[in-house]
């Protein structure tokens, strides 16, 4: 099955990152560490292989692939000697990143998006596209009447309102290509009433919102231990610093509050209720592509005894996140395939605040991961 796998941000640290690794993965020059899809528990899952997959874009930047490559592999992120490497693939790729278009009104610009997206799969004889959103978090949308209905959406669009964010006009114009799409940020995306009924009616799947990569990762593993346990949270703060373009976009208030909203969902929906305490995010530009996250759990066992907890979690966001982006096309390209459609609700195991009501602890979220997936290689 060919794969096409069109980033939006295409020449970011996590595109650039998921695009290295699955160049070095398809030549063998690296095992597949940090892929959850190349566990046993997904070997009959009829998913596409690395060499299946063919990488394509949007993005305003236009520093080459190579090039970021090369700055990921002088600050750590990724090994130089796999940069180089891949250097041949990265060229071929990088012709596959285009300008974001523009236009006199988002009606325009979503045909033109939908465009490219239709050339992309047409050139590659691609069997299915699906759209990754790793660009820049957006501020939470103002409600707005179009967002609601299809029908209102389409009329706005038709008058020349300007009414979708970014992430959804994205959505829009995946939807109507016919490709499936995946928010990997906490922007609004195909979260929108009006975008998932259009997805319903082009019978295409999607997911998101919010990679699942650290610090929220760690919560939905512990936050399940104290439920457990019958053990009560008092208090959770977390106090996260990162560099890099995500830290530098996350110094808007808007998109920071929509951030730190999504790390702290997994708590309430786990604990039932939620405990005293705040999520903060801080820019400090020297951590580069890397971040650090600190928290402190208080919390109250028998007798009423006062305790806690503390972590400290180190990580590289990129390469934490780059598997995931691979494991995402790589499922909802299946999911499509099977025919899937809507909300593919089983895949929460990768998202901080994921889709539908499903359980927000990791150990259920693996259950109904992998029987998602057995159900995938099970079809006709």
């Given at each position: 099955?060919s794969l ?6 295409g ?6 990152t ?7 993965l398809r030549a063998g ?5 940090g892929?959850?899809t190349e566990l ?10 690395f060499?299946d997959?063919?990488?394509g874009?949007h993005d305003?930047?236009?520093v080459?692939?190579i ?15 796999l940069v180089r490497?891949v ?5 071929a790729?990088?012709a ?7 236009g006199p009104?988002?009606a ?6 939908a465009a ?10 691609l ?12 501020a939470t949308p103002?409600p707005?009447p179009?967002?609601?209905s299809?029908?209102a ?5 038709r008058?020349g309102a300007?009414?979708?964010?970014w ?7 995946a ?10 940020t ?10 998932a009924?259009?997805?319903?009616r082009?019978?295409?799947p ?14 939905s593993?512990l936050?399940p231990?104290f ?15 990162l560099g ?5 976009t996350?110094t808007?208030p ?10 702290q ?6 604990l ?8 903060r995010?801080d ?6 592509d890397?971040?650090t ?15 806690r907890l ?6 590289c966001?990129s390469a934490?996140?780059a598997?995931?982006i ?6 909802t390209?299946?999911a ?11 895949l929460?195991?990768?998202f901080?605040d ?7 602890g990791l ?7 992998t029987a998602f997936?057995?159900g995938l290689?099970?079809?006709?």
């Amino acid at each position: 099955m060919s794969l096409g796998v069109w980033l939006v941000g295409g020449r970011g640290s996590v595109a650039v990152t998921s695009i290295v690794g699955a160049f070095a993965l398809r030549a063998g020059l690296t095992p597949p560490t940090g892929c959850v899809t190349e566990l046993p528990e997904f070997r009959d899952a009829g998913l596409a292989g690395f060499g299946d997959l063919v990488f394509g874009g949007h993005d305003p930047s236009p520093v080459p692939l190579i090039k970021k490559a090369e700055q990921l592999g002088d600050s750590g992120v990724v090994p130089a000697a796999l940069v180089r490497a891949v250097h041949d693939d990265l060229a071929a790729a990088d012709a596959e990143i285009r300008p974001v278009p523009d236009g006199p009104d988002q009606a325009t610009i979503a045909a033109r998006l939908a465009a490219d997206l239709a050339d992309f799969q047409q050139r590659h004889s691609l069997d299915r596209v699906v759209v990754i959103n790793v660009s820049s978090t957006e501020a939470t949308p103002e409600p707005h009447p179009a967002h609601d209905s299809l029908a209102a959406l389409e009329e706005a669009l038709r008058t020349g309102a300007a009414v979708l964010p970014w992430s959804a006009l994205y959505a829009y114009a995946a939807f109507t290509a016919g490709c499936a799409f995946v928010d990997f940020t906490p922007s609004a995306g195909a979260r929108l009433p009006a975008l998932a009924e259009l997805a319903r009616r082009e019978e295409l799947p999607h997911a998101g919102h919010d990679g699942k990569t650290g610090e929220t990762l760690l919560k939905s593993v512990l936050a399940p231990m104290f439920a457990h346990r019958n053990l009560r949270v008092r208090t959770w703060s977390g106090m996260n610093l990162l560099g890099g373009g995500d830290g530098a976009t996350l110094t808007d208030p808007g998109a920071n509050a929509a951030k730190s909203a999504s790390k702290q969902r997994v708590l309430e929906e786990t604990l039932g209720y939620q405990p005293q305490g705040v999520v903060r995010i801080d820019f400090v530009e020297d951590l580069g592509d890397f971040k650090t996250a600190w928290d402190l759990i208080s919390f109250q066992g028998f007798l009423g005894t006062g305790m806690r907890l503390e972590f400290t979690w180190h990580g590289c966001d990129s390469a934490l996140a780059a598997p995931l982006i691979l494991d995402l096309a790589r499922l909802t390209g299946a999911a499509h395939a099977a025919g899937r459609r809507g909300p593919l609700t089983d895949l929460a195991f990768f998202f901080k605040d994921p889709l539908g009501d499903g359980p927000h602890g990791l150990a259920d979220q693996w259950q109904a991961l992998t029987a998602f997936a057995a159900g995938l290689g099970a079809r006709p």
